[in-house]
């Protein structure tokens, strides 16, 4: 059985469960899961775990990811993207290239954002999406999110003005909201017309495969690798690897979240700082 990890770039029109159940029957393993996920519209990197590594998937959510994004403004849609209906259309005739580029910078930095009514997120037990669904009206509390970088990579104006741009943020971030809010600040409305995620932490398309290449070879990248990666890292003695084997706390001074490793180099857990001392966040021996 193989624990790893498997970088997707995921076509279009596929879930991100779809491409958990196509990996599952690659990889004859039901202990599949996915680190974030993308919606049918978007493309790019998806990082799945095998087995052990789905265990790696919690804290890879939590680190930032980039995006290419297209936002076409004049029109707002339901889902803030194309697929959904349109709630509202205005001429952007009066906007230019500079007053675009200066309400996109108003967008970076450490923002309150309200993720978009049809998401994962859940309300009062059930997806927020379910409720939309259903006919409900959603409104979902603002949360924290920072937005890195956003550049504006090139402007086009015809019928309506569309602009592609570039996004690197932190996790819980939606692009989705940032094209409506964009278009609100512009006061004409937005909605995004194409995303493709190019990198999640330190996993990017450059280690991605497509479907029809896994189903060539499936690509596993081993879990100590996948560690190495995606943290810091610590190379331990006999004494502290038999330490962490039973879960406890060693005297280390760590800077954060750490993947420790045995003199052999086999991944044994995943330490952070704590009350003076390191303490296992999570264990992958035994």
């Not at 919690?58 to 990811?65: A, D, F, S």
């Not at 550049?151 to 741009?165: F, H, N, P």
């Amino acid at each position: 059985m193989t624990d790893g990890l498997v970088v997707v770039d995921k076509p279009g029109g596929m879930t991100s469960h779809d491409v958990v159940s196509r990996v599952r029957r690659l990889a004859g393993t039901r202990k599949v899961g996915h680190a974030g996920t993308l919606d049918p519209m978007a493309t790019g990197v998806l990082v799945l775990g095998l087995n052990r590594a789905t265990r790696l998937l919690g804290h890879l959510m939590l680190t930032e990811k980039r995006y290419d994004a297209t936002v076409r403004l004049g029109v707002a849609t339901t889902t803030d993207d194309a697929e959904g209906e349109v709630v509202a259309t205005s001429t952007t005739d009066g906007l230019d290239e500079a007053t675009i580029r200066a309400a996109a910078a108003e967008l970076v930095g450490d923002l309150m954002q309200v993720p978009t009514a049809v998401s994962a997120i859940k309300v009062d037990g059930k997806r927020a999406y379910q409720r939309v669904r259903e006919g409900e009206d959603v409104r979902l509390e603002a949360r924290p999110v920072t937005v890195h970088e956003l550049t504006v990579t090139d402007v086009r104006v015809s019928d309506a003005t569309e602009l592609d741009i570039t996004v690197r943020c932190s996790s819980g971030t939606y692009v989705r909201a940032i094209a409506r809010d964009l278009g609100a600040r512009l006061g004409v409305g937005g909605h995004l017309t194409a995303l493709r995620r190019t990198a999640v932490g330190p996993y990017d398309l450059a280690a991605a495969h497509t479907l029809e290449e896994l189903e060539e070879e499936l690509a596993v990248l081993p879990i100590a690798a996948a560690a190495r990666a995606a943290f810091s890292s610590l190379e331990l003695d006999d004494a502290q690897a038999t330490d962490v084997r039973y879960g406890r706390a060693l005297d280390l001074e760590l800077a954060g979240l750490t993947a420790v490793f045995a003199p052999d180099g086999e991944f044994l857990a995943l330490y952070e700082p704590r009350g003076g001392v390191a303490k296992a966040v999570a264990v992958f021996t035994g």
